[in-house]
């Protein structure tokens, strides 16, 4: 017999892995994500409620599964029930997509990668806001529950239950099916699927409000469901280069907060700490990308804005110490990077690059080139680059302003803590 809180951990650490594996085979059967989250839900329900007093089962996930399909299987039988009485009395209704019981079982025991695909481009539809993909995203998939995606979005629970519920229910009233796009869809679709998972990732790897530098859980997350895409799509480059720039960029969170738990930027972060491990996934994934981009053939796809920017990311991954840094490639790697992605964001760092490999006046001149874009208006980064140049070009008053600035606008209370101190130290 397990302990309460032990069959609870358990519980969610099983939940945690198999969620989108259980969802997704639901959401075949029933036709609709939403209905398939909430037996799922179910199912989990029965897990708390049993396994204190009856022990953690030998298979956990196949335990759920199976709990999960006996949930459907009645469900399907009880509508098939409803169905009958509605036509002695002469009405019609609409045919259930669930299937027959034993078709349920079927039909649950298929390949299991295709379920996950056709959920992360249903999770993804385009008939959902970003906000609601994103959160639909990680509950469906991530298996996070409706506190945690509220968390780490910095959002009121509420606000994060009614995302969730208005995507289910969107979803259902428009009738969007469980089923994967066609070839010309799936490709436009596909790109809405990354920018998800990027919004994830991004958010857990520099926060844009609240206390928190980071929030690594959310890194892991789309960590996850990158791979999980480059093995369902194997032979597209860009989602390899779009794992590659998620390894990569992971691999510099150990190093990206000090002792005390402040931040640390990336020119003076201790190298060491970068997580090995990570680094070479990334660039294992990146000559992947570059291999699968070079097959020979007038349909050869090029490398995408992610795989570029993986490039990039290797570049510093390459230079054991901030000065070893190639930054004349990774300036002409942003030239590349503005023509797939065009982005004064993209403007902006490759201003950073340009400072370092040509000096710091070539890299003002391209931030002043692009200071007045409203898109900047509010970005902190736009006055921070600013000031680092100007204290560089011994411009000392103007770059203790610029971070002035920069502090002003962040919403990030770590962020603000870093600029503040720059313009401190730069006070005569």
């Known amino acids: 017999m397990a302990g309460e809180a032990e069959a609870r951990a358990a519980v969610e650490a099983v939940w945690r892995i198999e969620a989108g594996r259980l969802v997704a085979g639901l959401a075949r059967v029933t036709g609709d994500v939403g209905l ?22 030998p298979n956990p996930a196949g335990w759920l599964m199976t709990t999960a399909k006996n949930r459907a299987i009645d469900a399907a039988r009880r509508r098939g029930t409803y169905q009958r009485k509605l036509e002695q009395i002469g009405r019609d209704q609409e045919t259930f997509a669930y299937a027959a019981g034993d078709d349920v079982e079927d039909a649950l025991d298929d390949d299991i990668g295709d379920d996950l695909l056709r959920l992360i481009f249903t999770s993804c539809h385009p008939v959902l806001s970003v906000e609601s993909r994103v959160a639909l995203t990680l509950r469906c998939l991530g298996g996070l529950t409706t506190g945690e995606i509220a968390r780490g979005l910095l959002i009121p629970e509420a606000s994060a239950g009614q995302r969730i519920s208005r995507a289910k229910k969107t979803l259902r009233d428009r009738g969007v099916v469980f089923a994967m796009p066609d070839a010309g869809e ?33 890194c892991q997350e789309a960590l996850r469901l990158a791979r999980l895409l480059a093995t ?23 190093a ?13 972060q201790d190298r060491r700490r970068w997580d090995r491990t990570l680094l070479r996934r990334g660039l294992e994934a990146l000559a992947r990308a570059e291999e699968l981009a070079s097959a020979p053939g007038p349909d050869a796809p090029a490398l995408g804005a992610y795989a570029i920017q993986a490039e990039i990311a290797a570049c510093h991954a390459r230079a054991a110490t901030a000065e070893d840094t190639d930054w004349r490639r990774i300036a002409a790697l942003y030239v ?36 007045g874009t409203p898109a900047l208006a509010s970005y902190p980064q736009l006055p921070a680059v600013r000031a680092d140049l100007l204290a560089r070009l011994g411009r ?21 803590e870093v600029y503040a101190a720059k313009a401190a130290a730069l006070v005569p």
């Open 232 to 254: 369902l799509v194997p032979d597209d480059p860009e989602v390899h280069g779009f794992v590659a720039l998620l390894e990569l960029q992971a691999s510099r969170i150990p």
């Open 36 to 57: 398939a989250e909430e037996l799922a839900q179910d199912a989990l329900v029965v897990a708390l409620e049993q396994w204190p007093g009856n022990g953690i089962p």
């Open 336 to 371: 590349l990077l503005r023509h797939a992605w065009p982005s004064p964001v993209v403007e902006l760092n490759r201003a950073v690059a340009v400072g370092f490999a040509e000096g710091p006046e070539r890299g003002l001149a391209v931030v002043d080139a692009i200071a």
């Open 186 to 218: 799936r490709a436009a679709r596909l790109r809405s699927v990354l920018e998800v998972v990027y919004l994830i990732f991004n958010e857990g790897y520099a926060a844009q409000a609240g206390d928190d530098w980071m929030r690594p859980a959310l």
């Open 396 to 416: 000392t008053t103007e770059a203790q302003e610029a971070y002035e600035q920069a502090a002003a606008l962040s919403g990030n209370a770590r962020e603000r």
């Open 256 to 268: 990206r907060t000090s002792p005390d738990g402040g931040p640390v930027l990336l020119l003076d």
